[in-house]
């Protein structure tokens, strides 16, 4: 059993920061990518940020220059920094972690919401 524990969401208001944060346990082989993608209401799935084994990030254009992305190996955690929040962030936020093996394992998500 693999489990992604998800914490950090919440209710923030527009220009405020939240910080997201992934840890995975249980019985998972060496990680290989780690990211965190939103869903907002009747909207896709999308990616927000992920970062490889070796520290290459990608970013949606959406929030670069407003959120980082960054990981600890030995923990397996991952952890999204964001600041300057818009109105437009709200949404259910998934940590994704893939292994080195390929295999797929998702958070639960959490909401995070910002008012205007």
């Known amino acids: 059993q693999v489990q992604l524990v998800e914490s950090g969401g919440g209710l923030v208001q527009a220009g405020g920061s939240l910080r997201l944060s992934c840890t995975a346990s249980?019985?998972?082989?060496?990680?290989?990518?780690m990211g965190w993608y939103r869903q907002a209401p009747g909207k896709q799935r999308e990616l927000v940020a992920g970062?490889?084994?070796?520290?290459?990030?990608v970013y949606a254009d959406s929030v670069k220059g407003r959120f980082t992305i960054s990981r600890d190996n030995a923990k397996n955690t991952v952890t999204l920094q964001m600041n300057s929040l818009k109105p437009e962030d709200t949404a259910v936020y998934y940590c994704?972690?893939?292994?080195?093996?390929?295999?797929?394992?998702w958070g639960k998500g959490t909401l995070v919401t910002v008012s205007s």
């Open positions: 994704n972690v893939v292994s080195v093996n390929g295999i797929d394992y």
């Open positions: 970062v490889t084994r070796g520290g290459t990030t």
């Open positions: 249980g019985r998972i082989s060496s990680i290989n990518y």
